[in-house]
Every structure is written in structure tokens, then in C-alpha cells.
């Protein structure tokens, strides 16, 4: 039928196809109502519990309220944790229904489909975002110093992140047992030691060495800059650019971990 | 003519199995070349080296003048797994436009796609909600719309009610006539008539290279699955493929 045709040379990257990957991802998303419906409402449903439990709580003069630190630090924490999990069982589902298997047959790259998946839900993190600053500063009145849109920023780094090791974490996981154990195993340790249970001068020397390699740590300590100064912050933008090349490293180890070859 | 797919001593393990031993085959291209033999013969292992997917242990295979799986062959080759694999969350059409922009096709090339297997009118239907038969049509047209010189079937009439058989059939027919070079898996010996040629494969070992007319010249059986036994008989007492 095409016998003729000359053979395209398949690129390492290709706007055009993470694109298509991209949006075919948000189409399975957009037929999913409940969980775009979970996505969106559950953080804000979240935060507000937090709300209510620390509403009544006398905090010390001259500190600021515990709600605003705990609060302003989960909108980090939601779209990393949301977004780990949803990407996990997402690629799971590509290799356990031979979508995967038959995506590496085709002219998409690894760098392709993993950037396809990571912009897909990178926006739906941004839309989440979104949704939960707005409810949070106007329902909760949580007080944040510095401009919203860098929250939001911040907020689709996390997610981002989360995407990013959700796609290597996925890699070695045999079932969706597994995949959804890996969360834990992941995201707890990162939360454990970001300084919000314990601000890290407190810990012990061999755990503050081991949260400084913890990109969530510096996603936390990017919110706090932005919640206690009004303008952008130097040690802000250095904790987004940490984070960020984390996303980075993760993905191109999910994509040197995703084997066309299998057995 | 150079042949469209080239085997050579091809060894495939799985964990400690061997499954594939020293297989070797061509694959004339513009034909329909069936692959046949018993469920767990090792069929879809080697169709997987074909296209690229599967870790070999020894051996080579050689696609359009290339090593298999090389990222050029990946807009020439089609392939449809066993299992359909399509996604069960999007609509029929909106898979096969999905893999249309894969491979730099459009939206009428998946309509057509579409067409070409029978399911313009379940388009707008969840892949979920379709029947098992449809499910492998709509996985069919997701490789058909990259119009693949080579179209690697793995089993695609399995569930399919005789009457769309038939219309499949005749369609790889077309494909070839119009030039795309086709391998398809079965396991029912009743297909193995309507293949221009015919690779017999059975505990991961070939036992058979030509066309239906010479296997049954050779047998000595008008009747293709008596060919198979006898195969089966003469490779077990002699132990020994016959020539």
C-alpha cells in the first residue's frame, strides 16, 4: 500500500507527538468524571478539615498561625502525593493492557511518551492548584505574604515531581499492589523529614543531611519563602530550580528504566 | 525479491526456557504468511522479535533490510498484540486518531481505518463498552492507520463470528495485493488455506516453510491439519525436521 514510501527518521523528541500523547491522556481523563471530580475538590475538602481542626487552637503571640504554616506547606504536599499516584497506576495500566508495549512498536520516543504524560498532568495539577489557593485564601483565610501565582508555581513544580517519580516508581512495580505501596515508600519519608513535623535544625545531624537530598524538602522551604515575604525570594526561585531538576533527573531515569526489549 | 523479514538461528529464553530453538524463516513480501501452530508454540515470541519487542538470545532478525526494532522501521511496521490494546477508556475513534497522529496520519485516515474494519457506527463508543471481537477490530484499525509495510497480526480473528473472518481475510488480501507485506498468527488450522504461505511452528521449533500447496504435496493430505500431524508424527519419530 505505501511500498514506496520514503522511511521518517524518528527523532528523539518530538513537540508534536508528546503533544498528541499529551492530550490523549487528558482525553482518558476528561471521560474519568469522578476522579477529574476528586482531583479538583478533595485537596480543598482537605485543607479545610486542617482548617477546622486548628480553628480553635490559641497559637503564641507573635507566631504565625499553625494552620497558615501547615496549611500553605500541604498545597505542596496535595499535588506531589495526588499526582505521584495518579501517574503510577496510569503507566501501570499501559503496561499491563500492551498499550505500552505496542507505544514502543510506533514512531514515539521514551522522552515522547514519559514528557506526554508529565504535561498531561502537570495542567491538571495547575487547574488543581488553582481551585485549592482560591479556596484556601477565601474560605480559610490562610495567610500568605507573597504573590499567589508563585503557590500556584510551586504547586505545579510538586506536581510535576510526583509525575516524574510516579513514571520511574511504576517501572518496578509488577502489580497495582505494588504501584500503590511504592507511596508510601516514597512520599512518607519526604514528608517525615521536610520540617514540618520538626523544623530540620532540630534533627539529627545524619537526618537533616538525609532531607537535604529529598526534593520536597526544598518544595516546602520554596512555599515558606513565599508565605513569609512579599516579594520572590532568591532561596525561593534556587528551591524551585532544586525541585525542578529533580522532576528532570527522575524522568530521564524513568525513561532509561522503560525497556523497549522485554521478556 | 528480497524477502520483507528474515530469520536466522533465532533463540529466545524465558527465565530458564528456552522457547525459541534456532527458529529460522523468510517472509516473502506482498503475501499473507501465516505463522500457525498450538497455543504456547512460541508464536507470539517470535512475532514480538519481528517487531522489535522481545529479548533475544542468539540469532538475528532482519525487517525491510533492517535489524529489527530499529527506531526507522517504527513508521513501516504495524503490530497488533494478542490481547486488543487500545484503550478501554477513550472512544474507538478517538484511539485510532491517537495512533493516527503517531504516525503522522490525520483525522481521515483513522476514520477510514475505522471503516476498514466495520465499526464506523460503534466510533463514538467507549472502547469498554464494545464486545470482545470488537475490541480486536478497533486494535486492528489503530495499526491499519499507519498504513505499515509490514503488518505484524498476532491472532486477529480469534472470537470473531465466521462471517467477519471471511471479510478479514479477504481484506489482508487486499493489503497484500496492494503491496503490504502480512504475518498473521493462528492457531486454527482452518486459516492456514486462506495464507499465501505457511510457517508451522510447534514447541518452539519450525517444522515447516512453504506454501499450502507443497505441505500438502509433501504429506501426501489434501487436508491442512492432517499435514500438521504428520509433521508432528515425522519430527517425533525421527527426531528430526524433515527437510
Same mark, same amino acid.
Given at each position: 500500500?505505501?511500498?514506496?514510501?520514503?522511511?521518517?527518521?524518528?527523532?528523539?523528541?518530538?513537540?508534536?507527538?508528546?503533544?498528541?500523547?499529551?492530550?490523549?491522556?487528558?482525553?482518558?481523563?476528561?471521560?474519568?468524571?469522578?476522579?477529574?471530580?476528586?482531583?479538583?475538590?478533595?485537596?480543598?475538602?482537605?485543607?479545610?478539615?486542617?482548617?477546622?481542626?486548628?480553628?480553635?487552637?490559641?497559637?503564641?503571640?507573635?507566631?504565625?498561625?499553625?494552620?497558615?504554616?501547615?496549611?500553605?506547606?500541604?498545597?505542596?504536599?496535595?499535588?506531589?502525593?495526588?499526582?505521584?499516584?495518579?501517574?503510577?497506576?496510569?503507566?501501570?495500566?499501559?503496561?499491563?493492557?500492551?498499550?505500552?508495549?505496542?507505544?514502543?512498536?510506533?514512531?514515539?520516543?521514551?522522552?515522547?511518551?514519559?514528557?506526554?504524560?508529565?504535561?498531561?498532568?502537570?495542567?491538571?495539577?495547575?487547574?488543581?492548584?488553582?481551585?485549592?489557593?482560591?479556596?484556601?485564601?477565601?474560605?480559610?483565610?490562610?495567610?500568605?505574604?507573597?504573590?499567589?501565582?508563585?503557590?500556584?508555581?510551586?504547586?505545579?513544580?510538586?506536581?510535576?515531581?510526583?509525575?516524574?517519580?510516579?513514571?520511574?516508581?511504576?517501572?518496578?512495580?509488577?502489580?497495582?499492589?505494588?504501584?500503590?505501596?511504592?507511596?508510601?515508600?516514597?512520599?512518607?519519608?519526604?514528608?517525615?523529614?521536610?520540617?514540618?513535623?520538626?523544623?530540620?535544625?532540630?534533627?539529627?545531624?545524619?537526618?537533616?543531611?538525609?532531607?537535604?537530598?529529598?526534593?520536597?524538602?526544598?518544595?516546602?522551604?520554596?512555599?515558606?519563602?513565599?508565605?513569609?515575604?512579599?516579594?520572590?525570594?532568591?532561596?525561593?526561585?534556587?528551591?524551585?530550580?532544586?525541585?525542578?531538576?529533580?522532576?528532570?533527573?527522575?524522568?530521564?531515569?524513568?525513561?532509561?528504566?522503560?525497556?523497549?526489549?522485554?521478556? | 525479491?528480497?524477502?520483507?523479514?528474515?530469520?536466522?538461528?533465532?533463540?529466545?529464553?524465558?527465565?530458564?526456557?528456552?522457547?525459541?530453538?534456532?527458529?529460522?524463516?523468510?517472509?516473502?513480501?506482498?503475501?499473507?504468511?501465516?505463522?500457525?501452530?498450538?497455543?504456547?508454540?512460541?508464536?507470539?515470541?517470535?512475532?514480538?522479535?519481528?517487531?522489535?519487542?522481545?529479548?533475544?538470545?542468539?540469532?538475528?532478525?532482519?525487517?525491510?533490510?533492517?535489524?529489527?526494532?530499529?527506531?526507522?522501521?517504527?513508521? %513501516?511496521?504495524?503490530?497488533?498484540?494478542?490481547?486488543?490494546?487500545?484503550?478501554?477508556?477513550?472512544?474507538?475513534?478517538?484511539?485510532?486518531?491517537?495512533?493516527?497522529?503517531?504516525?503522522?496520519?490525520?483525522?481521515?485516515?483513522? $476514520?477510514?481505518?475505522?471503516?476498514?474494519?466495520?465499526?464506523?457506527?460503534?466510533?463514538?463508543?467507549?472502547?469498554?463498552?464494545?464486545?470482545?471481537?470488537?475490541?480486536?477490530?478497533?486494535?486492528?484499525?489503530?495499526?491499519?492507520?499507519?498504513?505499515?509495510?509490514?503488518?505484524?497480526?498476532?491472532?486477529?480473528?480469534?472470537?470473531?463470528?465466521?462471517?467477519? %473472518?471471511?471479510?478479514?481475510?479477504?481484506?489482508?488480501?487486499?493489503?497484500?495485493?496492494?503491496?503490504?507485506?502480512?504475518?498473521?498468527?493462528?492457531?486454527?488450522?482452518?486459516?492456514?488455506? %486462506?495464507?499465501?504461505?505457511?510457517?508451522?511452528?510447534? $514447541?518452539?521449533?519450525?517444522?515447516?516453510?512453504?506454501?499450502?500447496?507443497?505441505?500438502?504435496?509433501?504429506?501426501?493430505?489434501?487436508?491442512?491439519?492432517?499435514?500438521?500431524?504428520?509433521?508432528?508424527?515425522?519430527?517425533?519419530?525421527?527426531?528430526?525436521?524433515?527437510?
Amino acid at each position: 500500500m505505501t511500498a514506496g514510501t520514503t522511511p521518517r527518521p524518528t527523532a528523539p523528541l518530538s513537540p508534536r507527538l508528546t503533544t498528541a500523547t499529551a492530550s490523549r491522556v487528558l482525553r482518558q481523563l476528561r471521560h474519568d468524571h469522578r476522579t477529574v471530580a476528586m482531583l479538583l475538590v478533595l485537596p480543598s475538602a482537605l485543607l479545610g478539615l486542617l482548617y477546622l481542626i486548628w480553628s480553635d487552637v490559641p497559637t503564641a503571640p507573635g507566631q504565625p498561625e499553625t494552620f497558615d504554616r501547615i496549611g500553605l506547606t500541604m498545597l505542596g504536599v496535595f499535588p506531589f502525593v495526588v499526582m505521584f499516584l495518579v501517574t503510577s497506576i496510569a503507566m501501570l495500566r499501559e503496561r499491563t493492557s500492551g498499550t505500552l508495549e505496542r507505544l514502543l512498536t510506533t514512531p514515539l520516543s521514551r522522552p515522547d511518551l514519559l514528557l506526554g504524560y508529565g504535561a498531561a498532568f502537570g495542567l491538571a495539577a495547575a487547574v488543581q492548584a488553582l481551585v485549592t489557593v482560591t479556596v484556601a485564601v477565601t474560605a480559610y483565610d490562610l495567610d500568605v505574604a507573597g504573590p499567589l501565582a508563585l503557590v500556584v508555581l510551586i504547586a505545579v513544580v510538586d506536581a510535576a515531581l510526583g509525575v516524574a517519580l510516579g513514571l520511574l516508581a511504576s517501572a518496578f512495580a509488577r502489580s497495582e499492589f505494588q504501584a500503590v505501596q511504592f507511596m508510601p515508600v516514597i512520599v512518607l519519608p519526604q514528608f517525615f523529614l521536610c520540617g514540618l513535623l520538626v523544623p530540620r535544625e532540630q534533627l539529627a545531624g545524619w537526618l537533616q543531611a538525609v532531607s537535604d537530598v529529598l526534593p520536597l524538602t526544598y518544595a516546602v522551604e520554596a512555599l515558606r519563602e513565599v508565605g513569609a515575604s512579599t516579594e520572590a525570594t532568591g532561596t525561593m526561585w534556587v528551591d524551585v530550580g532544586v525541585v525542578a531538576g529533580a522532576a528532570l533527573l527522575a524522568l530521564g531515569l524513568a525513561a532509561a528504566t522503560l525497556r523497549r526489549r522485554t521478556n | 525479491m528480497d524477502a520483507a523479514v528474515t530469520v536466522t538461528d533465532l533463540v529466545v529464553h524465558r527465565g530458564a526456557r528456552r522457547v525459541l530453538h534456532e527458529v529460522g524463516c523468510s517472509v516473502p513480501p506482498g503475501q499473507v504468511t501465516g505463522l500457525l501452530g498450538p497455543s504456547g508454540s512460541g508464536k507470539s515470541t517470535l512475532l514480538r522479535a519481528v517487531v522489535g519487542v522481545q529479548q533475544v538470545r542468539s540469532g538475528s532478525v532482519t525487517v525491510l533490510g533492517r535489524p529489527a526494532g530499529s527506531a526507522a522501521l517504527r513508521s %513501516r511496521v504495524g503490530y497488533v498484540t494478542q490481547a486488543p490494546s487500545v484503550y478501554a477508556d477513550l472512544t474507538v475513534r478517538e484511539n485510532a486518531r491517537y495512533f493516527a497522529a503517531l504516525y503522522g496520519r490525520g483525522a481521515a485516515e483513522a $476514520d477510514a481505518a475505522i471503516a476498514a474494519v466495520g465499526l464506523s457506527e460503534a466510533a463514538g463508543q467507549l472502547v469498554e463498552d464494545l464486545s470482545g471481537g470488537q475490541r480486536g477490530r478497533a486494535s486492528l484499525a489503530c495499526a491499519l492507520v499507519g498504513e505499515p509495510e509490514l503488518l505484524v497480526l498476532d491472532e486477529p480473528t480469534v472470537g470473531l463470528d465466521p462471517v467477519l %473472518r471471511v471479510e478479514l481475510w479477504s481484506r489482508f488480501h487486499d493489503l497484500a495485493a496492494a503491496g503490504t507485506t502480512l504475518i498473521v498468527s493462528s492457531h486454527v488450522m482452518d486459516e492456514a488455506g %486462506r495464507c499465501d504461505r505457511l510457517l508451522l511452528l510447534r $514447541d518452539g521449533r519450525l517444522l515447516s516453510d512453504s506454501t499450502p500447496a507443497q505441505l500438502r504435496t509433501r504429506t501426501g493430505t489434501a487436508d491442512l491439519e492432517e499435514a500438521f500431524l504428520s509433521l508432528v508424527h515425522a519430527s517425533e519419530g525421527s527426531g528430526q525436521v524433515p527437510a
